[in-house]
């Protein structure tokens, strides 16, 4: 059995080896692009790209990983079985389980580990991450922008950009088109709002200071003899400044759920119940990062009698079977974190449901040939 066990293992660890590469390599140079345009249209230093480059790989690994574990299952065993030695070591008495056995042990270390990678390091990844792109921020406020969503980099002021586009003359991406601004004055009151056809980013980063020259548009301005009330005032040309010290610097930026680690999101949510707050989301995230770690476990149960029972050794096929899995599993994940958020399910439900639903087939395939 041992002979057999480190025979398995051998035939597992090469297309695991080969998947792992590839997907990494893959998912790599497809955000490696964005990286580059960092440097090549925006001016983003080398070095700040750099950094974000190596903040992202931990982040892909979360995913690929459990992805490679899928694949290496399903060509592993897709070729003993094709090549009828599976028959064979069932024919000498050895049972199915026994035979997948190694491989469900090598799923659950791996799972372990993906709990503590998932915990620690992904956090911190993800803030270490935050604070590049906000360093980026200080020097090159453009590269921080992103169309069609709600700013709030700037204190004191929220921004929304229709659309970016090329300036002309320097080749920078700094062009900002049909802008809002919002300033809010406090609860009950009005925000004051400034729109503008065009902007352009002037940085002051030694400063942190940003000034922004916008044309074409409209702005609200104190009524001095109504306080609180606002008229508009049109302008050809208007500056105004910016200030991207939002955060105290000896303190860092202020962390996001993705950037805590399972007892700092407990000491969140325990922070929120005694202030009546609702905290699904919180729980969401933290049963999350579980079930995504258990996921390999979960692939290894449900690929290794479905690899058995296909009978397939080419490699394509198999890759393919794989990314098909992956694909439902992550749309049953989403759909039952929608539920979860929404409060239809208990976070402790819908996000091992994926896992639930494919650890049930798993275990029938496996019951099925067990005892054919």
């Known amino acids: ?78 070729r003993l079985s094709s090549d009828n030695e599976i028959l064979a070591i069932r024919a000498s008495g050895i049972n199915i389980f026994k035979l997948i056995l190694p491989l469900l042990i090598v799923g659950l270390i791996t799972s372990l580990f993906l709990v503590i990678f998932n915990d620690r390091i992904i956090p911190r990844a993800h803030y270490a991450s935050r604070k590049t792109l906000m360093d980026i921020g200080f020097k090159n406020p453009a590269a921080a922008l992103e169309a069609g969503t709600f700013i709030n980099s700037f204190q004191n002021y929220v ?119 609702e905290t699904a989301p919180l729980v969401t995230h933290i049963h999350q990062k579980l079930a995504l770690a258990f996921s390999v476990l979960v692939f290894i149960l449900i690929a290794s009698p479905m690899a058995i029972i296909t009978h397939r050794r080419e490699k394509t096929l198999n890759f393919g079977l794989a990314f098909l899995i992956v694909g439902v599993y992550y749309l049953l994940l989403i759909g039952f974190e929608s539920l979860s958020l929404q409060g239809h399910l208990p976070p402790a439900i819908s996000i091992w449901m994926p896992n639930i639903i494919f650890s049930i087939l798993g275990i029938l395939m496996l019951l099925k040939l067990c005892v054919s």
């Open 1 to 78: 059995m041992k002979i057999l066990r480190n025979y398995l293992l051998k035939e597992f660890s090469l297309p695991f080896i080969l998947s792992l590469t590839v997907l990494i390599f893959v998912m790599l140079i497809g955000n490696l692009v964005q990286l580059v345009e960092l440097i090549v249209t925006k001016g983003v230093n080398i070095i700040s790209v750099l950094k974000l480059f190596l903040f992202l790989i931990p982040y892909l690994l979360t995913f690929i990983i459990p992805i490679a574990v899928l694949a290496a299952a399903l060509l592993s065993l897709g």
């Open 159 to 277: 921004i929304f950009i229709y659309s970016i586009e090329r300036n002309k003359q320097t080749g920078e991406r700094n062009i900002l088109n049909n802008v809002r601004i919002y300033e809010p004055q406090g609860k009950d009151k009005p925000s004051r709002t400034i729109i503008a056809r065009r902007g352009e980013f002037v940085s002051l980063p030694d400063k942190k200071i940003v000034k922004l020259k916008l044309t074409d548009g409209t702005s609200d301005e104190p009524d001095l003899n109504k306080p609180g009330e606002f008229f508009k005032l049109n302008f050809k040309t208007y500056y105004m400044s910016l200030s991207m010290a939002a955060q105290d610097e000896n303190k860092g930026i202020e962390k996001k759920p993705k950037d805590m680690t399972i007892n700092e999101l407990r000491q969140q949510i325990q922070e929120f119940n005694s202030k009546g707050i």
